[in-house]
């Protein structure tokens, strides 16, 4: 069965790391090897890009946009919606693709292959809505209006623990708004690349798409450079660490470029006296341990009111003991293995970290050995009991690691959820509308996403995806994200006889 998804998406032993969209190009004898966290084996090899290929690249997709931008907006649409089309023929094996080599569970990586697909269907809806906006002008007989142009060569830089979704969320908003895309996915997930590209040359060959509209180069953050430091790439589009953020924003900021960042996370969720707990044990549950904590948006912290933090610390031992832990591609295993030993490495490492700084487990984590758990990236999901102060709490662990905390007031609650260097994702569970409102308001939770009622991952495409502090600030997705991939232009037209200053200015001649 794992050799045959890899053959429907067309993978093999060594595969080209360099495409320019309809042909690839294997001239470095430099490959990445890809190990499966599930089973630790190699799943296959791809060339990592050279800077004479990358050279290569970058002139195709600079040819291609003079092309690409000129394209009606709908018609560029249409491309995607047909990209759209393909990927619910493949959604089976490249879900299992990104089940195999990230470690998520299968039914997270069939997700992941939707929400591409969702984001193609709301790409194309968009490519018939880039408005902008037209106002007065002081002036007689004169129009003001603003419109929108595509930017260039968009660059795009994914992380392992999405290996496709967050790829398609820049590239196809990108393409519908004029631009063209190079991406460099992870090192630790280089084949979920190669098969995205196998698929769409399908459709760009069919629609006679110019060379270099849709690009992809591998290699580790050498390669990744070879973008940041380009001033052909108006945009850097980057997920990853807050570290490597701001090593990016540096960068792209010093040649006076745009960057979209995705980075760190560190969500909480609020529990209040009035919540109802069975959706707390839900959101919790799967916000914590989903993608074994290696979501940005994964539930890291649980903050309880004091009158109930007994009963919910009771409730979720309970629920931890239920939980699957083994080969992802089982549709019984809630949970998978970390991407690699680094990661467990920091598992372990947090673990310490917290009984060093005071705190205790409810559920105790490890590593797991033993048949099936032969990779070695097998860990236990845990729950420790610790304060926000803990430096350990304050920094994000890619983990399966839930950290309680206790609270008396909600004014106390909302600044320990405010009280951490990130700033993406957050949730209050409450039935009470007041105290609802009161996290939403400004005066709330400072993140990019705020909910009541749902815990803190499993964000819909419609909406923008992003946060603010070391979060990065960017937005990706849904509303008007789209604004970020495109220039704008503002436009005057004159269509009076005469030539009328602004504010009153009188210069006769």
């Not at 590593?367 to 236990?380: H, M, R, T």
């Amino acid at each position: 069965m794992k050799k045959d998804f890899l053959r429907k998406l067309g993978l093999k032993k060594k595969n080209n790391g360099t495409s320019t969209g309809l042909k690839s190009t294997a001239s470095s004898k430099s490959y990445l090897d890809s190990y499966s966290p599930v089973d630790g084996e190699l799943i296959g090899s791809v060339s990592v890009t050279s800077k004479r290929e990358y050279e290569s690249v970058v002139r195709a997709a600079t040819k291609a946009f003079k092309v690409w931008r000129t394209m009606p907006a709908p018609k560029r649409g249409e491309i995607v919606r047909q990209y759209g089309d393909e990927l619910r023929k493949y959604k089976d094996p490249l879900g299992r693709l990104v089940s195999y080599e990230m470690g998520k569970s299968l039914q997270e990586g069939w997700g992941e292959v939707q929400e591409m697909i969702d984001i193609c269907d709301f790409a194309v809806g968009l490519s018939r809505q880039l408005y902008g906006l037209s106002m007065h002008s002081e002036r007689p007989a004169h129009r003001m209006y603003e419109q929108w142009h595509p930017l260039g060569i968009v660059g795009i830089i994914s992380a392992f623990n999405f290996p496709v979704a967050v790829w398609s969320w820049n590239a196809m908003i990108a393409l519908v708004c004029g631009d063209v895309c190079i991406w460099k996915p992870s090192e630790k997930t280089p084949l979920c690349s190669i098969a995205c590209q196998n698929i769409f040359q399908k459709v760009l060959q069919a629609n006679k798409v110019p060379e270099g509209v849709t690009c992809i180069i591998n290699g580790d953050y050498v390669v990744g450079e070879y973008m940041t430091q380009d001033q052909r790439l108006p945009l850097i589009s980057a997920t990853g660490s807050t570290r490597m953020g701001k090593i990016v924003a540096a960068t792209v900021g010093q040649r006076l470029g745009r960057s979209l960042l995705e980075l760190g996370g560190n969500n909480a969720i609020v529990v209040t006296p009035e919540a109802d707990l069975k959706l707390v044990l839900t959101g919790a549950l799967f916000g914590a341990v989903g993608t074994a904590g290696q979501r940005c948006t994964t539930t890291r912290r649980l903050i309880l009111h004091e009158s109930i933090y007994d009963e919910v610390r009771n409730k979720l031992v309970k629920a931890y003991k239920q939980i699957k832990i083994g080969n992802p591609l089982n549709p019984k295993m809630h949970v998978g293995p970390l991407i690699d030993q680094l990661a467990v490495e920091h598992y372990e490492t947090a673990l310490r970290a917290v009984e060093e700084q005071g705190g205790s487990f409810a559920v105790k984590g490890g590593v797991l050995k033993g048949k099936g758990y032969e990779s070695g990236c097998y860990v236990k999901p845990c729950v420790a009991e610790v304060e926000n102060t803990y430096p350990i709490v304050q920094h994000e662990t890619f983990a399966p690691i839930l950290y309680l905390m206790k609270y008396r007031t909600l004014d106390e609650a909302i600044a320990m959820q405010n009280g951490v260097p990130q700033g993406l994702s957050s949730a209050i569970m409450t039935n009470n509308m007041r105290e609802a409102e009161r996290f939403l308001s400004a005066s709330g939770s400072d993140c990019g996403i705020a909910n009541v009622n749902i815990g803190t991952s499993g964000a819909e495409i419609g909406g923008a995806f992003g946060g603010e502090k070391e979060t990065g600030g960017g937005r990706e997705s849904g509303s008007d994200s789209w604004k970020a991939y495109m220039r704008r232009q503002t436009n005057t037209i004159n269509y009076s006889p005469d030539l009328p200053l602004a504010q009153g200015i009188k210069f006769d001649l």
